[in-house]
Structures are given as structure tokens and as C-alpha cells.
């Protein structure tokens, strides 16, 4: 069974950062693009930034210049840098993988940005 594990979520003040984790586990990882999507409450579910095989990535207009993607396929693992948060980066978080017609989730993990 494909598994996704997010961690690194929590409170933090505006401002602050965060690093968000995901292990992934039961498929071959390096030939999968990853992503993190956000859900806001009362909002659909949205692109934040993604890794492609090769590297590449890219990011929600929102986030540019504030959230870093980053890979690592010796330990299945993708990142989420976030830096200067703000209230409106309430949400809870979730890692993707995907290839072909291939889609896996990750259960989610919540950050919350506020004073």
C-alpha cells in the first residue's frame, strides 16, 4: 500500500517558518513528480508547489519567493520550506505524488498562521 506521511505542521506566528515533510513509501519515488496542495477552510483545494523528476519545480503565485519544494530520492522524502508566513497560509497541507494516470495523497497536516 502507497503511503504518504506528512509532518512538520503547527502554529506559528506571521512571519515565522515552517518546514513541512513527506515520506513517502511503497512505490518508486524518484520517477514521480511531487507536489503539496493546501485546503483552506470553505475553499477548494490548491496548488502550492511541485517538484518535477527532473528537478524542475514551480510555484502558486501566492507563495513565489517564500516557499521553497525541495526533493530528496535516496530517503523518499519531499520538503516544504515556508518563510514568511501569513494568516492567509491557513490550511491544511498535503503531499502528492503523481505519474501517468497515478495520483497518491497523504492524509494532510494543518498549519495554522496567527498571533
Known amino acids: 500500500q502507497v503511503q504518504l506521511v506528512e509532518s512538520g505542521g503547527g502554529l506559528v506566528q506571521p512571519g515565522g517558518s515552517l518546514r513541512l515533510s513527506c515520506a513517502a513509501s511503497?512505490?518508486?519515488?524518484?520517477?514521480?513528480?511531487m507536489s503539496w496542495y493546501r485546503q483552506a477552510p470553505g475553499k477548494e483545494r490548491e496548488l502550492v508547489a511541485a517538484i518535477a523528476v527532473g528537478g524542475s519545480t514551480n510555484y502558486a503565485d501566492s507563495v513565489k519567493g517564500r516557499f521553497t519544494i525541495s526533493r530528496d530520492n535516496a530517503k523518499n522524502m519531499v520538503f516544504l520550506q515556508m518563510n514568511s508566513l501569513k494568516p492567509e497560509d491557513t490550511a491544511v497541507y498535503y503531499c502528492?505524488?503523481?505519474?501517468?494516470?497515478?495520483?497518491?495523497w497523504g492524509k494532510g497536516t494543518l498549519v495554522t498562521v496567527s498571533s
Open positions: 511503497r512505490f518508486t519515488f524518484s520517477t514521480f513528480a
Open positions: 502528492n505524488a503523481h505519474r501517468n494516470f497515478m495520483d497518491y
